[in-house]
């Protein structure tokens, strides 16, 4: 199973960004997918996280009504919607996909994706 993410960039604080992640070789095992991402000094942390049909979806409470996670009509594709983008939220993005029902913060991730760099200027 191979995750590929796709979408970051340099923006402005307030600005939007959207993130894509598109699963291959195997995407038939994967449940649940989901982002996390890591600040520079700080640990990984879970940002968002989404079921296999969509309809679950559970976010950190740092980027709750700011963030939306959604599938794809394919299921094997995520996306997070970034709006009102803050400066603290610069970090690299790293997508995530599972055998499990959904993923939690402290999930043991069964694959990653690359990083994406998300900057965010104040």
């Known amino acids: 199973v191979q995750l590929q993410a796709s979408g970051g960039g340099l923006v402005q604080a307030g600005d939007s960004l959207r993130l894509s992640c598109a699963v291959s070789g195997g995407s038939f095992s994967i449940n649940s997918m989901g982002w996390f991402r890591q600040a520079p000094g700080k640990e990984r942390e879970f940002v968002a996280t989404v079921n296999w049909n969509g309809v679950v979806t559970d976010y950190a409470e740092s980027v709750r009504d700011r963030f939306t996670i959604s599938r794809g009509n394919a299921k094997a594709t995520v996306y997070l919607e970034m709006n009102s983008l803050k400066p603290e939220d610069t970090a690299v993005y790293y997508c995530?996909?599972?055998?499990?029902?959904?993923?939690?913060?402290?999930?043991?991730?069964?694959?990653w994706g690359q990083g994406t760099q998300d900057t965010v200027s104040s």
């Open positions: 995530a996909a599972d055998r499990d029902l959904i993923i939690t913060a402290t999930t043991s991730v069964d694959y």
